[in-house]
């Protein structure tokens, strides 16, 4: 069952969602060659700390971390390490926050120093699917509408989604139904109604589209070991254009002085 979020419920969930954006943002100023993921994650843990978020990973289904840090042909789940980020790398930064009993949870991708252009081109192309898949994202839609839209994006420009792993609703729990793939087609799926949210995250490789799990049990990577990249928002579904939760706001101190 797909619940809606009553207007009370969405604003506790946008304030939730500031503080992802925020503290995202802040964590993409500190990617830089010779920086480690760990650095980054201990960064976000603080940010949390100082803002009265929970994280939302650490301890979920035993994942050591607060961030998810997948660097080039890692997909998603990176677990923070003592590895140095490089010239060149790619990063996906992912994180899940609770405030005040609800959830946030968003993805970017970003550059360390200078990138090669097709690594730009991926990192473009995720974000703009993002985009197109919010677009799709209004009430009497369905979610197919979502996916097509993600799906047909990333292969008109080369490049292959991610099928093992999907969007999801987010509420007071951090996986709620709807399951939002990034593939399929057009006017299938459970139809959009307003106070639905959901995360979108398209998952692309810059080759093809398989993955397998490492080792540790969490990281996800290509199998032809070719770079890829994740963008995610937490969404509102409203009257007109989709509400991006995970998004500015007021100055996020302000804002959780209540
Ligand atoms: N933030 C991820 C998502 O998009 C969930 C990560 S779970 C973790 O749903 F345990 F791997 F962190
Ligand atoms: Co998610």
Same mark, same amino acid.
């Given at each position: 069952m797909i619940v809606c979020k009553s207007r009370e419920e969405i604003a506790k969930l946008r304030m939730s969602g500031r503080i992802v954006h925020e503290v995202l943002e802040e964590t993409r100023e500190r990617v830089h060659p010779g920086v480690t993921t760990l650095e980054l994650d201990r960064f976000v843990e603080k940010r949390l700390a100082e803002l009265g978020a929970v994280p %939302?990973?650490?301890?979920?289904?035993?994942?050591?971390?607060?961030l998810c840090t997948s660097v *080039?042909?890692?997909?998603?789940h990176g677990i923070p390490s003592n590895r140095r980020l490089r010239e060149g790398d790619i990063i996906g930064l992912d994180l899940g926050i609770i405030l005040d009993g609800f959830y946030g949870d968003a993805a970017i991708t970003v550059a360390v120093g200078e990138i090669s252009p097709l690594a730009a081109k991926l990192l473009r192309v995720t974000e703009e699917a993002l985009m197109r898949g919010i677009q799709a994202a209004? %009430?009497? *839609?369905?979610i197919g509408d979502i996916s097509a839209a993600v799906e047909s994006h990333v292969e008109a420009n080369g490049f292959s989604v991610v099928r093992e792993f999907v969007g999801h609703g987010i509420g007071r729990q951090y996986h709620e139904e709807p399951q939002v793939p990034n593939f399929g087609v057009a006017g299938r799926g459970p139809v959009l109604k307003e106070g639905m949210v959901f995360t979108i995250e398209p998952m692309v490789n810059?080759?093809?589209s398989g993955s397998r799990v490492l080792d540790d049990q969490w990281t996800a990577v290509t199998l032809d070991g070719a770079y890829s990249a994740h963008f995610e928002h937490t969404i509102a579904v409203t009257a007109e254009e989709a509400e991006i939760l995970t998004a500015l706001g007021p100055a996020v101190e302000a804002a959780v002085e209540r």
């Open positions: %939302a990973s650490k301890g979920y289904h035993g994942y050591p971390r607060t *080039n042909e890692e997909i998603v209004r %009430a009497g *839609n369905r810059a080759g093809e």
